[in-house]
């Protein structure tokens, strides 16, 4: 048997081992040295393969794909500086816990540390940031070999999917030639009908009856409590968590990217608006709860880490599905690891609901949200100025029922948290906020977008959309439907808000960074449709418009720093008014 024969084979039983346990898409960066892995897998007929030429839109691509899928991702290179170009889409998987299976092609071992071209050191080049890694042997073509290869393949679906999902990396080294020979008989191996190589199998976890009768006994009695829920994608969790708190009667604050604030599920004790209540110490102080249950990470909104840290004599528990610590409140905080839907259901049944009731407290949260929402979502002037914020609700006023949405980082996210509301509309929501950078977040759109079979909308600002301007192409190679509401204020419009406005002399150079691009010029190169909104009116019909049609649409909003700033501190200043107005 020549070499080819031995590489085909090789190559072959791995890539079908993972479709036979579960792969579906692989996104490819085009490269030599990665040629057996990548004909295989344009050749396998279980495998939907993307060829994308930026090796960092690659990799944040493949993150979308698998932020909407919930399923594992294969990501493609060949060996050098391509593998490390994966890198900040790999550490945002793994905060984000998302399962990305990253294959590197790598020189022989006799090429390395050696001087070769295209040869750096990719031996756990991912350091921390993966949860397995494996160099990979040579191919060899016998029976121990291609079982080897196959169970190599069947693990690494179940390393990146077991408990706290994210990134694995397996480094493959090739000596040439390169070009596998699909004439070889047989050379997708035994298919072991349609089983993976390993059937591995985990059972759910959840607390013993001990544990569960501790907890729900140190909640029994107290009649002030709340329920949190922070960034997380399970959408089974939002009916657990509102008959939960309908039990206990007491309120959930939401994040937005919780996935409970869009649905059928009841919204009644949803508290949509707590960023804002939240804002002021005195309103702290006056909701100071017996005791927090938090489900998720971390919410966005810095106003409740204010509120958290200040309650460092409250009971505070917070539920990982399998393993972490996620608080950097930095309390005496108990954690719980259990599955959390399973967790509410238990604590429903080993609770008694009356025992809990305490209608004064949900109220008081829900007319505060009232209040809050009353400035927030007040009337907008269909033909008046568009504000960054205005455009936000605009948004979610036109965005359709069945839809995928994805956020950018800095404002985007919080104009996001801040103005999305409780409705009806089927709306899933994903941001990249486990490292929270403003990299790839075009990319991670469109990989949202390929893999949803809804409406796809990304919300973002100037800043991030030129950061990522490469991944457009993906959008025209493969005419993926996406509207994008860019919010274009020249600049980072965050920093606006934060003390380093205040120091005038070099703001504008170090924070502010204006970019003076004319972006209509860079989406007609990626045969996108343009068109600029400047009224409320306008942006929903632009907005109503790119639904109904396909491919790429961006809708740029131009507004001012300033006059953002400005425009947040008003709303601030009246729900201010609003929540105090009957304290004598």
């Not at 993307?50 to 594992?72: Q, T």
């Not at 455009?391 to 996210?413: D, Q, R, T, W, Y």
């Amino acid at each position: 048997m020549d070499y080819t024969e031995i590489l085909t084979k090789y190559t072959g039983n791995f890539v079908d081992e993972l479709a036979q346990s579960g792969l579906r898409n692989v996104v490819i960066s085009p490269g030599s040295r990665s040629t057996p892995l990548a004909m295989m897998f344009a050749e396998h007929e279980q495998i939907k393969d993307w060829v994308i030429i930026d090796e960092r839109s690659a990799a944040f691509f493949a993150l979308g794909i698998a932020k909407e899928s919930m399923k594992p991702v294969a990501l493609l290179c060949t060996s050098g500086t391509a593998a490390a170009n994966y890198y900040p889409a790999v550490v945002e998987a793994y905060y984000s816990r998302i399962p990305i299976i990253v294959l590197t092609a790598d020189r022989p071992h006799e090429l390395r540390d050696s001087g070769a071209s295209q040869t750096i050191n990719q031996i756990n080049m991912y350091g921390d940031y993966i949860k397995w890694f494996h160099d990979m042997a040579l191919p060899e073509a016998s029976e121990q070999s291609l079982s080897y290869v196959r169970s190599k393949a069947s693990r690494v679906i179940y390393e990146a999917c077991s408990g706290n999902k994210g990134p694995v990396h397996l480094n493959f080294p090739f000596r040439e030639p390169l070009v596998p020979d699909f004439n070889v008989t047989d050379f997708w191996g035994k298919r072991n009908e349609r089983r993976p190589y390993h059937a591995m199998m985990s059972g759910e976890k959840k607390l013993s009856v001990t544990d569960l009768e501790k907890l729900a006994a140190s909640i029994n009695g107290y009649k002030k409590g709340v329920i949190v829920c922070g960034p997380q994608v399970d959408q089974q969790l939002a009916s657990a968590i509102v008959k939960l708190a309908a039990a206990w009667n007491i309120p959930v604050l939401a994040d937005p990217l919780s996935q409970l604030r869009a649905g059928s599920h009841s919204k009644e004790q949803i508290i949509e608006g707590f960023d804002a209540i939240l804002r002021y110490p005195a309103i702290r102080n006056r909701l100071k709860p017996d005791y927090i249950i938090r489900f998720g990470a971390m919410p966005i909104s810095k106003n409740y880490l204010f509120y958290v840290k200040e309650m460092q004599n409250v009971q505070q528990f917070v539920v990982e599905v399998h393993s972490g610590s996620r608080d950097p409140a930095g309390n005496a905080t108990q954690f719980i690891y259990s599955d959390p839907v399973t967790l509410c259901d238990d604590l429903r049944n080993h609770s008694s609901a009356t025992d809990n009731l305490n209608r004064e407290w949900l109220a008081e949260w829900q007319q505060l949200n009232q209040s809050a929402k009353k400035h927030l979502m007040n009337q907008m002037d269909d033909q008046g100025e568009l504000t960054e914020g205005e455009a936000v609700k605009c948004l979610f006023e036109a965005i359709p029922m069945h839809s995928c949405l994805f956020v950018g980082n800095s404002m985007a996210i919080r104009d996001v948290d801040t103005f999305f509301m409780a409705t009806e509309k089927n709306i899933s929501i994903h941001a990249n906020r486990g490292a929270s950078g403003i990299d790839g977040v075009v990319s991670s759109a469109l990989g949202t977008a390929a893999s949803a079979t809804k409406a796809a909308t990304l919300i973002i600002g100037d800043l991030s959309f030129y950061h990522d301007l490469n991944g457009l192409l993906t959008a025209k190679q493969y005419d993926l439907n996406l509207t994008i509401l860019l919010l274009n204020n020249n600049g980072g419009g965050i920093f606006s808000f934060l003390p380093q406005a205040k120091h005038e002399r070099n703001f504008e150079k170090l924070f502010g960074t204006p970019l003076h691009i004319d972006f209509e010029q860079a989406i007609n190169m990626y045969d996108g449709k343009y068109s600029v909104a400047d009224t409320p009116e306008k942006l929903k019909r632009l907005l109503a418009l790119s639904y109904a049609q396909s491919g790429l649409s961006v809708i740029e909003v131009k507004t001012d720093r300033n006059a953002n700033v400005q425009w947040h501190r008003d709303k601030w200043s009246r729900i201010e008014k609003e929540l105090f107005k009957n304290e004598s």
